[in-house]
């Protein structure tokens, strides 16, 4: 993975220098909080509902073994002994004191982490695919491309104050697991005549006012890249309205001029910006793609990983629905649910992130990925080492055999911590998963996922789960409403609503009627929640959840 | 008719701590809702938000949220300044846990 240089750590040394001066500077008064409130969000810090948050960047999702110790390191030292993974490959410290903040940043920045662009209107945290680099079904990893659109997004002047904030995903699979089409771009690395490039998806985005992306370009050639995103965005700095921070992202500006003008703007914007481009990015490319060569898999039975699945039935249950497949012979890709039945959704604790970082340097080829559904990944592991590893994970809890399943849930923070939030996310999750954990149907049910966001900026992604939760507040309470069918796929959907929303106590019993109706009508145990209700559509789903209405129209 | 004014208190966070915090009638912050001075007057709010926005190098963000009288002091009427005054629901932290360490 990618080692920074003299000039990387040069820089993030005087940024995180300039970010103390300015801390002290607020606190002795130079600086107002009108003044100070852009630099600190700069730099990732917000101010939430019950204390300061630090959000730092886990950049495409890949942590090595140490970067995790230190992300433990913070929580431990600096927090209350916890971390949050994020939908958008971030880790968030709920607790930090304004004086310490300095000091976590100085911590991050031994170890290549930061946290700056992780708010604020510019160019994100270049997501990427959570199995980049080890799933089978990838064409090439993603990760440099990450990687060298990191670097050049990072301080870049033109996109420091964009109308809004912008979010890159990128996969290299086509089978989406990126969500790149809910994101401002997401590109796709695909082939073509056996040259590499992208396709190229703008105007994708959740929040208020929800939109699949579409394809802006079919074939981007690899040298293209930084060229074309720079007029993408040129172009979006330029059209995209100010006057209204609801209309203000990409998807709206895109959707108001129609996509061909998009894309006639951006065509005509990159013939002037290509030829400021000399190659020297070119050149950056293949140094970063040398940090990211596969590790030497190595050649072994698998002897021990079939005795276990034979003969261990805890073991074959976490097997059959934490494992996914991976490129190189023998191995696998191990997913780490954080996300025990009952336990909030993306949390792990230091001591649950030590014994990751150390799975990962014993078995893992030094390697862990954060995904956006809130759960860590042993990106290669041999697989007959994974008895070994379930067992260590068994005994840290961290062993539950939910991926995919109805309680491997993404919930955002909610009203539990974020100022901005208009009910709660986390306390639903954990209920909803300890029901169905109680019901022992999970496995049953198979795959299934629920997003629950707490207002409706979709932090929690609800438009794109199987069954979305949307807290809002109506009239001073918690009220959810519910949508059906959204995918966050490759078939990517938004979910269409059920109907009036349930109260706080209601929310359970009625996702509870949801499945019921599905488990009633599926035609075979093989036919998925989604397959079912694009089936079956949304009315059974209705008259379950609202048979007052259905005796009325009767 | 003009709507009656809903009771207010002035709350913020601590600058350093981040914590919430709340306006009481001697122009002090206190952690504690109940020890908050309850607003009844509107004109007077708006005069009362000034002066607790003079102390703005230890606040962050000082706003009027509605409360009500209650026995022991002013109370909230919303579940967020509910929530604010308490600490998540998830682990026992924050004020909550504060509150049992005393």
Redesign the interface.
């Known amino acids: 993975m990618y080692k920074y240089n003299e000039f990387d750590e040069a820089f993030l040394a005087e940024r995180n220098a300039q970010f103390r001066a300015q801390v002290e500077r ?2 002795d ?1 130079s600086l ?2 009108d003044e100070f409130k852009p630099l600190r969000l700069m730099n990732g810090v917000y ?6 948050m630090l959000r730092v960047a886990v950049p495409y999702g890949t942590l090595n073994p140490n970067q995790m110790r230190t992300l433990a390191l913070l929580a431990e030292k600096w927090d ?1 002994g916890y971390g949050h993974f994020t939908t958008r490959q971030n880790i968030q410290y ?6 310490d903040l300095p000091d976590m940043l100085d911590a991050l920045g031994e170890v290549g982490l930061h946290a700056i662009q992780t708010s604020g209107n510019t160019i994100r945290n270049t997501t990427a695919d959570h199995f980049a680099g080890a799933a089978a079904d990838e064409l090439t990893d993603p990760r440099p491309y990450a990687e060298l659109i990191r670097q050049w997004s990072t301080d870049h002047p033109e996109f420091q104050f964009l109308g809004r904030k912008f979010k890159i995903a990128i996969t290299g699979s086509s089978a989406d697991r990126a969500v790149i089409k809910a994101h401002d771009v997401g590109l796709q690395v695909v082939e073509q005549d056996g040259k590499i490039g992208f396709k190229v998806i703008v105007g994708g985005g959740l929040g208020r006012t929800p939109m699949i992306g579409q394809v802006l370009r079919e074939f981007l050639p690899q040298a293209d890249l930084l060229p074309y995103l720079e007029s993408v965005l040129t172009v979006y700095n330029v059209l995209g309205r100010r006057d209204n921070k609801y209309k203000a992202r990409i998807k709206i500006t895109v959707s108001e001029n129609g996509i061909d003008t998009y894309r006639a703007m951006t065509e005509e914007a990159f013939m002037a910006i290509r030829g400021q481009y000399d190659g020297t990015d070119q050149q950056l490319l293949e140094e970063i793609k040398t940090h990211f060569q596969a590790p030497e898999f190595r050649s072994a039975p698998t002897d021990a990983f079939d005795a276990a699945y034979a003969n261990d039935p805890v073991f074959r249950a976490w097997a059959d629905t934490n494992l996914a497949e991976h490129r190189a012979d023998g191995h696998a890709i191990a997913t780490i649910s954080i996300k025990a039945h009952g336990a ?1 959704p993306g949390d792990a604790s230091a001591e649950q992130m030590r014994v990751m970082a150390d799975l990962a340097e014993q078995y893992g080829y030094g390697e862990l990925r954060i995904s956006h559904q809130q759960n860590v990944i042993l990106p290669h592991v041999h697989k007959n080492d994974l008895p070994a590893i379930h067992a260590t994970l068994k005994a840290n809890g961290l062993a539950t055999a939910n991926i995919g399943l109805i309680s491997d849930i993404i919930a955002c923070p909610g ?3 974020c100022a901005l939030a208009t009910a ?1 996310s ?2 639903v999750a ?1 209920e909803i998963a300890t029901r169905f954990d109680e019901l022992k149907m999970e496995h049953d049910i198979g795959h299934l996922q629920i997003k629950i966001s707490g207002c409706i900026n979709a932090c929690g992604h609800h438009h794109v789960a199987h069954i979305g939760i949307l807290g809002l ?1 109506r009239a ?3 009220n959810y409403q519910i949508t059906l069918g959204g995918d966050a796929t490759e078939t990517a959907a938004i979910g269409t609503r059920t109907g009036p929303g349930f109260a706080y106590d209601e929310i359970v019993p009625a996702v509870e009627r949801i499945v019921e109706v599905y488990m009633a009508q599926r035609e075979s145990a093989e036919e998925t929640f989604l397959e079912t209700y694009r089936r079956i559509g949304m009315e059974p789903f209705k008259a379950a959840l609202y048979p007052e209405a259905q005796k009325k129209v009767a | 008719m003009a709507r009656a004014f809903t009771p207010k208190v002035i709350t913020a966070n601590d600058l350093l701590e981040g914590d919430v915090i709340y306006f009481t009638a001697e122009d002090t912050w206190t952690r504690e809702l109940s020890e908050a001075e309850l607003i009844t007057d509107e004109a007077d709010a708006q005069l009362r938000l000034l002066e607790a926005e003079k102390q703005n190098i230890k606040i962050v963000g000082a706003y009027l949220a509605d409360a009500k009288a209650g026995p022991n002091g002013p109370e909230p009427t919303h579940f967020r300044e509910e929530f604010r005054r308490t600490g998540p629901s998830n682990y026992f932290h924050g004020k909550q846990e504060a509150q049992a360490n005393v």
């Open positions: 607020r606190i008064g107002t909080e101010l939430q509902l019950h204390a300061y209350k709920n607790w930090p004191k304004l004086r909030t009203m539990d911590y709660r986390i306390p954990q507040d001073g309470v918690e």
